[in-house]
């Protein structure tokens, strides 16, 4: 069985510094998916990054980007220019191709201070 | 941007009571997913549903718990007899493919209380 593992519960970044957050995986599958979310207090669930496994270049989307380290099996986060906004619980989330569904990790509670 | 929607948003509920948390995919997705979230805890997987019957279930997803596509937009969680364990964040998901540029869109949760 596929497994998601978030080593930090809790993180705090200080307003425009940088961040990263840890994510590691295990799976026996050559196809799959990674995806961060985040979760504000309201409890949505939004999409911050994917990252397909078959691609080595590492996924990024305007301050955020990922270093995906495939034999490490190794996923994590990179906040650049941190925003109070930035404020949630961060979940890493894989999904196997023939699994057919999304397993997640405990999440990282990430606080920015200003 | 199309988007997932869930209703309601909250509700609350007796135990023993039966809830029906409904979900409207986005139109043009195939797959279609329920996951739960206990207050505090990470999201788990409870069903997954492709061409009207369920593709996958996890040990959570026992006959208390049942799915239905009752039309050509809805896409239902019912559970029986509520417990109080049952109190959670309850989120529906949809995806347009399984392995061909996969990305599971999530609705906004309906928060399910069990008093």
């Known amino acids: 069985a596929q497994t998601v593992t978030q080593s930090q519960p809790e993180m705090s970044v200080q307003e425009a510094e940088t961040v990263t957050l840890s994510c590691t995986y295990d799976?026996?599958?050559?196809?799959?998916?990674l995806f961060w979310y985040k979760q504000p207090p309201s409890r949505q669930m939004i999409l911050v990054i994917r990252?397909?496994?078959?691609?080595?270049q590492n996924a990024t989307e305007n301050r955020f980007s990922v270093n995906f380290q495939k034999a490490a099996k190794s996923f994590s986060l990179k906040i650049s220019d941190s925003q109070l906004g930035d404020a949630a619980m961060y979940f890493c989330?894989?999904?196997?191709?023939?699994?057919?569904?999304?397993?997640f990790g405990d999440g990282t509670t990430l606080t920015v201070k200003p | 941007e199309p988007e997932v929607t869930q209703t309601p948003s909250h509700q609350v509920t007796q135990m023993g009571q039966e809830v029906i948390l409904r979900c409207v995919p986005i139109?043009?997705?195939?797959?279609f997913y329920w996951y739960r979230q206990i207050l505090g805890q990470k999201v788990e997987f409870l069903v997954s549903?492709?061409?009207?019957?369920?593709?996958?279930k996890s040990e959570i997803f026992d006959d208390q718990f049942s799915v239905e596509r009752p039309d050509g937009s809805n896409f239902t969680l019912k559970i029986r007899s509520t417990k109080l364990e049952d109190s959670a964040m309850y989120f529906c998901?949809?995806?347009?493919?399984?392995?061909?540029?996969?990305?599971?869109?999530f609705g906004p949760g309906t928060r399910l209380t069990v008093t």
């Open positions: 998901a949809s995806s347009e493919a399984l392995r061909t540029f996969y990305e599971q869109y």
């Open positions: 799976t026996s599958e050559s196809d799959y998916y």
């Open positions: 990252q397909e496994a078959y691609k080595q």
């Open positions: 989330a894989y999904y196997g191709t023939n699994a057919g569904k999304s397993t």
């Open positions: 139109s043009n997705h195939l797959y």
């Open positions: 549903f492709y061409n009207n019957e369920i593709s996958e």
